[in-house]
T-cell receptor
Framework: DGGITQSPKYLFRKEGQNVTLSCEQN?????MYWYRQDPGQGLRLIYY???????QKGDIAEGYSVSREKKESFPLTVTSAQKNPTAFYLC????????????FGQGTRLTVV | GQQLNQSPQSMFIQEGEDVSMNCTSS?????WLWYKQDPGEGPVLLIA?????ELTSNGRLTAQFGITRKDSFLNISASIPSDVGIYFC????????????FGQGTRLTINP
């Protein structure tokens, strides 16, 4: 089936460790996005990418890094520099052209202890 | 960053009532998207709007792209318990950087 897959669903890490969240899509979409959601809050844009080997910072990029080496993959690394990393992380993709729509993965809930 | 103002922030209604929520933007965009999010899940796309004045329905849901291209509304008719959740509007520009920006969300609670 076509779609966006985020893994794992739940992730626990110790404070000070870097952690990488996976996002894979088989929709042949050009654009991919990472968002952070805190309890009771909206979605804040971390990074986005319109094409392979290119990405832009969103509104809250500090403490995060991404790569876009393949069209179907857009992993997000939460570094030890992120002061409050515990959150729900959502990945989305869109075709990036014309009458485009954006679709989300199921999310990864990261808990740092 | 870009600002989307979504209102109301929360709604408490009785089952069977109609619901209306809206979003306004400080900028002109080309696409309005409406999503619903259930707890612990990713948002699911409900309706996409691409043209100023466009009115689109999806079952009991109706959404419109404002004539000024700076606003949109979503209506839900005859609400049912499974409509509970958070509804988000989003804008996607097709010019320049394709930044997908979201409103703050409207949390819908339904009393049976």
């Amino acid at each position: 089936d076509g779609g966006i897959t985020q893994s794992p669903k739940y992730l626990f890490r110790k404070e000070g460790q870097n952690v990488t969240l996976s996002c894979e899509q088989n929709l042949n979409h050009d654009a991919m996005y990472w968002y952070r959601q805190d309890p009771g809050q909206g979605l804040r844009l971390i990074y986005y990418s319109q094409i392979v080997n290119d990405f832009q910072k969103g509104d809250i990029a500090e403490g995060y890094s991404v790569s876009r080496e393949k069209k179907e993959s857009f992993p997000l690394t939460v570094t030890s520099a992120q002061k409050n990393p515990t959150a729900f992380y959502l990945c989305a993709s869109s075709s990036g052209q014309g009458r485009t729509e954006a679709f989300f993965g199921q999310g990864t809930r990261l808990t740092v202890v | 960053g870009q600002q989307l103002n979504q209102s109301p922030q929360s709604m408490f209604i009785q089952e069977g009532e109609d619901v209306s929520m809206n979003c306004t933007s400080s900028s002109i965009f080309n696409t309005w998207l409406w999503y619903k999010q259930d707890p612990g899940e990713g948002p699911v796309l409900l309706i996409a709007l691409y043209k100023a004045g466009e009115l689109t329905s999806n079952g009991r849901l109706t959404a419109q792209f404002g004539i000024t291209r700076k606003d949109s509304f979503l209506n839900i008719s005859a609400s049912i318990p499974s409509d509970v959740g958070i509804y988000f509007c989003a804008e996607l520009s097709i010019q320049g950087a394709q930044k997908l920006v979201f409103g703050q969300g409207t949390r819908l609670t339904i009393n049976p």
